[in-house]
């Protein structure tokens, strides 16, 4: 849930209590299905698959969203401030192997020399407490680095090795490329198609199947 929170998650209440909003790219399809696959019991619809105009340009994504319940709520008063996500000592403290793991699958990407998290969303302030709790929790010394006006957290390549060691039990296959910088092999995008992905899908972008 942390590492879902860090990156693309969002919560909204409906009534009393708050549900999970998961929204990603089509080509991270088998990420959608692990998450829906873990809030399964408080779910009640399946994965969604569909096409949105952002600009000009048409793209495809994959989503669901949970029933309400009062752990999203829960969250929600953890990360929100103002209605805006924000970062606290208590939120970065959080951060372990597995919170790592899923934030990276989320928000990384492969650089020409290291791993980034694009952490554009939130404050320098709010970065250096991240990369701090990394160092902590982790023990990973990453830094900060500008990317289109914003800090993101950059992982230099003599950490990957460690890296990967720490959280690659949690990551999904089709995610390790990101832990492969481009001038060590050419960069792939995950475009998982497996049958047990479709089981869960009823849109016609997602194989026109439903279960």
Same mark, same amino acid.
């Given at each position: 849930m942390i590492g879902t929170m860090l990156g693309?998650?969002?919560?909204?209440? *409906?009534?009393?209590? +708050?549900?999970? @909003?998961?929204? @990603?790219?089509?080509k991270q399809l $088998?990420?959608?299905? =692990?998450?829906?696959?873990?809030?399964e019991p408080i779910i009640s619809m399946k994965v969604r698959c569909f $096409?949105?105009?952002?600009?000009?340009?048409?793209?495809? #994504?994959? %989503? #669901?969203?949970?029933?309400?319940h009062p752990i999203f709520t829960h969250?929600?008063?953890? #990360? =929100?401030?103002?209605?805006?996500k924000t970062i606290t000592n208590e939120v970065a403290d959080t951060i372990?192997?597995?919170?790592?793991?899923?934030?990276?699958?989320?928000d990384g990407s492969a650089e020409y020399a290291g791993l980034s998290i694009q952490t554009h969303s939130f404050s320098e302030a709010e970065v250096s407490l991240l990369i701090k709790a990394i160092k902590k929790n982790i023990g990973i010394q990453t830094s900060k680095r500008i990317n289109k006006g914003k800090y993101?957290? =950059?992982?230099? #390549?003599?950490?990957?090795? %460690?890296? &990967? $060691? &720490?959280?690659? &039990?949690?990551?999904?296959?089709?995610? %390790?490329?990101?832990?492969?910088?481009?001038?060590?092999?050419? *960069? *792939?995008? +995950?475009t998982p198609d497996s049958d047990e992905n479709r089981s869960m899908i009823q849109s016609d972008l997602c194989g026109n199947v439903q279960s």
């Open positions: 693309d998650g969002g919560l909204r209440f *409906r009534g009393k209590n +708050c549900r999970l @909003h998961i929204k @990603h790219s089509l $088998s990420l959608v299905n =692990y998450k829906w696959r873990i809030f $096409s949105q105009k952002v600009g000009i340009k048409d793209y495809n #994504f994959a %989503e #669901f969203v949970t029933l309400t969250y929600y008063q953890l #990360f =929100y401030k103002n209605n805006k372990d192997p597995l919170v790592l793991a899923v934030w990276i699958m989320d993101i957290i =950059y992982f230099p #390549f003599r950490t990957l090795q %460690e890296l &990967k $060691s &720490k959280l690659g &039990k949690y990551i999904l296959p089709e995610f %390790e490329y990101k832990f492969v910088p481009y001038r060590e092999k050419p *960069r *792939r995008d +995950c």
